[in-house]
């Protein structure tokens, strides 16, 4: 089989008029979110006067392939510019994921030490300390100044974004990849054809390509629907990731599932066609039809309870408020502008969100519904009747750790299903 035009998959900012993966202009509409301003671009409290851009969010699945994506690209400069303002290595439980992940690919993949592995999309270099520790020769490509933080923590990054030059380029000075990895990444990127192109260049013969995303069974399950924003161009299954790899010159090899980020797949490909595929591939794709991810009814059932979360959240901030009680926000992840826009949740019924003092977000206001980000030391201080904790993928942790620093709270839990925790889950 020939391999595809590595660019004809790749995407222009503005609407998006086919499917991402196999081009197929035959779509199932599924959800529409409505306009959203960019999830990780907080603002000042000077850019609150100015006028905000928004770009419209809705969800589609291809009826050929079976990719679920959304159908507007907005320009990448703009979502991961140089403040980006997220950190993966201040919360204590993806930082523990993030170094589990360097143990399971050398174990699994029986990579020798010192071998180079690169990171695209390396953030801070939390993923790539744990490959250190363990002998490896690390790389970062991080495009935001976040790669400064990963340089000063003695993590080598290159600050831009990946594509054939810079594959070439560190290939040239560093010689062939044993492995490159993109965690949470690899659904954002909207030059794919390109990312893997160059991914395929800097990789040995037989080298291996390890992605983690989102996981759609987990979104359908869990009903993630805060989790669709343009950050996230696609939401994978295996069958399109498949073909994805085999129009590439790939082969995935195998696939797993995790917990990281509310339901993850974490995907190992390997470079060349026709190597031999793990029966736990078979086994996913068993469990993904099950889900019903390939029929069209799932997600109008989807839909329909996207609509009922939404309505019954709003319904209880509303009741609250009229009752007299407090009520501010915990965490705030990207995700949470989805639903924070979606829900039409503003200062109106949540008058601050706080989160820890070291959060690069803490002193800016939330995208679209400029909800002010605070340091936790004023929910302590001010002890509110609710929480409602954005952060729900990572509710239990959260919750345990607010309970030792004294917060006295109800928490809301949004998502799957509406809770209110009075102590620990």
Request: hydrophobic content about 35%; overall charge neutral.
């Amino acid at each position: 089989m020939k391999t595809a035009p590595f660019d004809s998959i790749n995407l222009n900012p503005g609407p998006i008029p086919h499917c991402q993966i196999c081009k197929s202009k035959k779509f199932e509409f599924i959800v529409d979110m409505g306009h959203n301003a960019p999830c990780d671009s907080p603002l000042t409290k000077e850019k609150l006067n100015e006028a905000e851009t928004v770009y419209p969010l809705r969800l589609l699945r291809c009826s050929d392939c079976g990719l679920v994506q959304i159908d507007y690209c907005v320009n990448p400069a703009l979502l991961f510019h140089p403040d980006y303002p997220y950190l993966s290595g201040i919360t204590e439980t993806l930082k523990k994921n993030l170094h589990a992940i360097a143990e399971r690919c050398v174990s699994k993949l029986g990579l020798p030490k010192n071998k180079l592995v690169v990171d695209i999309g390396s953030n801070d270099g939390t993923l790539l300390e744990g490959f250190k520790k363990i002998g490896m020769n690390v790389l970062g490509v991080e495009a935001t100044n976040i790669a400064r933080v990963a340089n000063e923590k003695g993590i080598r990054s290159i600050q831009g974004f990946f594509n054939l030059n810079m594959a070439e380029k560190i290939f040239d000075t560093e010689g062939p990849a044993c492995l490159v990895t993109a965690t949470n990444i690899f659904a954002h990127v909207n030059h794919l054809g390109t990312l893997l192109r160059g991914i395929y260049l800097l990789l040995q013969d037989d080298g291996y390509f390890v992605s983690e995303s989102h996981y759609l069974v987990d979104i359908l399950e869990t009903l993630q629907y805060d989790s669709i924003y343009h950050e996230h161009l696609r939401y994978y299954s295996l069958k399109p990731l498949i073909r994805l790899f085999d129009d590439q010159g790939f082969t995935l090899i195998d696939a797993e599932r995790i917990p990281n980020y509310g339901g993850s797949i974490r995907v190992y490909a390997q470079k060349g066609r026709g190597h031999p595929v793990s029966e736990n591939v078979r086994k996913l794709i068993a469990v993904e039809e099950k889900a019903g991810v390939y029929r069209p009814e799932t997600y109008q059932n989807f839909a329909k309870d996207v609509r009922a979360n939404r309505r019954a959240l709003r319904s209880l901030l509303v009741k609250l408020m009229d009752e007299g009680k407090s009520v501010v926000g915990v965490g705030c992840p990207g995700r949470s502008a989805t639903l924070l826009t979606y829900c039409g949740i503003s200062t109106d019924l949540l008058p601050y969100i706080a989160e820890q003092a070291n959060c690069l977000k803490v002193g800016l206001f939330t995208p679209g519904t400029h909800i002010p980000i605070l340091d936790e030391a004023k929910m302590l201080k001010e002890q509110p009747d609710y929480g409602l904790i954005l952060s729900w993928h990572y509710a239990k942790d959260i919750i345990r750790n607010l309970r030792k620093k004294g917060i006295r709270s109800k928490i809301i839990v949004p998502l799957p299903n509406i809770q209110i925790v009075e102590n620990e889950m």
